[in-house]
């Protein structure tokens, strides 16, 4: 199991097989984990808030690798912190199932599995929702967020451990540049891995959705640099892996390939 699991953590199945709460698709409260008793893997991951760049990422991962993980007989299931509306457009941006979404409006079941809440410096001078953006500003420099910078660094610069984000005939549209065709980072620095700019692009597509639509992605700030988890359990409901994010940017273990845990 990951080196991160706490020989005093909670009993994380147990908490979760009894959490229930407001499903995306139907807009009812559920049990997260209704209907996941007979699979293989049990993959659930606890979001920050929709509107953070590392969950539209993660769920572009997802979709990337959709097939193998159907292959694999993994079933997800995912609570992210907002309201029904933050996780509407977060499924109809990334093609996540509205059926696996559920939302935790106060990010309850992040602090009963005590993941890290982020940076949190308290200025007496400002209100909540601006010490929440003051703090997630901060942690974006990287401060109370270790690995953010160096994460943000290997966008633009490329990496040869990751595979090849774009294909070639692609049109990456929806940002403040003029559409840009895969081919263009093929002439930039090759092919089969990530090249340089090529990630850094698809983060500015997300920054771009996000910031277009703050109101409904974020409908309260206060949790704004609550981090989330991800968590792997067999057939019978045994934790066989976890990850505990730490930062901005740093909601997988090996981030030149998010998904490789599943591999182990």
């Known amino acids: 199991m990951n080196t991160q699991t706490r020989s005093n953590s909670p009993d994380i199945y147990s908490i979760l097989s009894q959490t229930q709460r407001l499903r995306v698709s139907d807009g009812e409260s559920k049990l997260v984990l209704d209907g996941c008793t007979h699979t293989s893997k049990l993959l659930v991951l606890i979001w920050s808030q929709l509107g953070d760049f590392d969950n539209l990422e993660y769920a572009w991962w997802l979709r990337k690798e959709k097939e193998e993980i159907e292959a694999r007989r993994i079933t997800i299931r995912a609570i992210g912190i907002g309201n029904r509306n933050s996780g509407i457009k977060f499924c109809e941006y990334t093609g996540f199932p509205q059926e696996w979404l559920f939302v935790d ?126 968590f792997l359990f067999d057939s019978q409901g045994k934790l066989i892996y976890e990850h505990r994010d730490r930062g901005i940017l740093g909601f997988a273990e090996n981030m030149s390939n998010p998904l490789s845990f599943l591999d182990k």
């Open 105 to 230: 409006a106060n990010a309850e079941i992040h602090n009963l599995l005590g993941l890290y809440r982020g940076l949190s410096l308290q200025l007496p001078l400002l209100s909540t929702s601006q010490t929440a953006w003051l703090n997630l500003i901060l942690m974006c420099a990287g401060i109370g967020s270790p690995g953010t910078l160096k994460e943000v660094f290997r966008g633009y610069k490329g990496d040869k451990k990751a595979p090849q984000l774009i294909a070639d005939e692609e049109i990456v549209r929806n940002t403040p540049l003029p559409p840009i065709k895969g081919s263009f980072f093929k002439a930039a620095g090759g092919k089969g891995f990530q090249r340089p700019f090529e990630l850094a692009t698809l983060r500015l597509r997300n920054m771009t959705e996000v910031l277009s639509n703050r109101n409904t992605y974020v409908p309260d700030s206060s949790y704004l640099t609550q981090r989330g988890g991800t």
